[in-house]
């Protein structure tokens, strides 16, 4: 079979170990997963609810519902034309790749951040024009704009960043998207958690904030992610899209889950708290953590991080080994913040490593 020259220099995502595979593998009863930045409360009851009252399953979903572009617009503050849907920022992220990107064209990605930006501008062909971040691992604005070219399409931001946790400063975006003519794409996947959002800068013709109902929301299985955009790109989005990228059911929970407003409260109080008491725990066993505005902390031990996660998987607890991340070192490590007694069996078992 003759596949495309591209795929030669693309591996596949490689997604975090599940429960039940570690459960096997190590012959344990209980396993705690903290590897895949899922929330540990799961989705709004009547997200649940909504989800589970549709039953006409054999008819086609609308391809571009309004009613949810329209509460999508009214929680960000966008009109419903600035609103454009998809398979998750995963399935936004193409679509717009689809809109600008050719062979032989460039992407500029501030490393580290999350690996599926790699994945994709390969697989079309690109270019990654990687751009090492500073030690607080805030974006070098000076080496990203020397990096842009007429062959930069794309400049792709990640705020909070994965797997590092930091936001990005407003005024350095800005300054990005006023002075090139790519797209700047905004990941904004764990805005809810943070202290700051930029949806101000979807002022921009050329930017484009992307959000998701897999992290605070909890329906990552559900596959919904939007993006603000102009009104010209929407225009244009719509011609790439697969025909029908949301479900029925998919729609209804993401509508519900807008509509409780009370339960993401609780999502984001909580994870904050045991954010702030998982990285105090942490530093108090000597352990490296970086500050962090999102549902996961980075952190930097002595130990090797893919020992640390193996030692780790051997008392039940999953985590992200990064080193394999592109900017990453060998001695980083990711942790979701779960449940307070998913972070204490955490905290007992890197203890427990530490001192052995
Ligand atoms: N962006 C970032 C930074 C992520 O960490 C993730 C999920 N791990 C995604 C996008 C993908 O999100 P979605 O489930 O909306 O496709």
């Known amino acids: 079979m003759k596949f495309r020259e591209a795929l030669k ?6 997604p975090g170990k599940s429960i039940d595979e570690v459960k096997r593998e190590y012959g344990l009863d209980k396993v705690v997963k903290l590897a895949s930045n899922e929330n540990p409360y799961g989705a709004s009851p009547k ?55 050719d062979s032989s064209d ?43 070219s007429e062959k930069t399409k794309i400049v792709l931001l990640c705020s909070p960043n994965n797997p590092t946790g930091n936001i ?32 101000k800068l979807a002022e921009y013709e050329n930017v484009v904030i992307a959000r998701t109902f897999s992290k605070a929301f909890g329906l990552a299985n559900l596959r919904i992610g939007y993006a603000i955009v102009s009104e010209e790109i929407r225009k244009e989005y719509l011609k790439v899209s697969t025909p029908f990228p949301l479900s029925t059911p998919a729609k209804l929970a993401a509508m519900a889950a807008l509509d409780d407003q009370e339960f993401l409260r609780f999502v984001v109080e909580k994870t904050r708290e045991e954010r702030r008491r998982v990285s105090k725990k942490l530093m108090d066993m000597g352990v490296k953590v970086y500050p962090s505005e999102a549902n996961f902390i980075l952190i930097e031990t002595p130990l090797k991080s893919a020992k640390l996660a193996e030692e780790l998987l051997k008392r039940g607890i999953i985590v992200r080994d990064c080193s394999k991340f592109i900017g990453c070192s060998e ?7 779960g449940k307070k007694e998913e972070n204490d069996a955490f905290l007992e078992a890197m203890e427990d490593v530490l001192c052995s």
Do not use: W
């Open 168 to 199: 990005e400063n407003e005024e350095v975006v800005r300054e990005i998207a006023e002075s090139c003519n790519a797209v700047v794409f905004v990941d904004e996947a764990y805005a809810e958690f943070s202290s700051k959002n930029l949806l």
């Open 47 to 101: 997200a649940v609810k909504a989800f589970k009252s549709y039953e006409d399953l054999h008819i086609y979903p609308e391809p571009d519902p309004e009613d949810l572009r329209q509460k999508i617009g009214e929680y960000v503050g966008f009109d419903a034309e600035r609103i454009v849907l998809g398979a998750g920022i995963d399935g936004v992220m193409e679509n717009i790749f689809k809109l600008f990107v």
């Open 106 to 148: 460039e992407v500029v990605i501030p490393i580290p951040s999350f690996p599926y930006y790699h994945i994709l501008t390969r697989v079309c062909g690109a270019r990654d024009v990687c751009i090492a971040r500073k030690e607080d691992f805030s974006i070098d604005v000076q080496a990203m704009l020397d990096a842009v």
């Open 9 to 14: 220099s693309v591996s596949p995502y490689v």
């Open 331 to 337: 001695h980083h490590v990711r942790v979701s913040i």
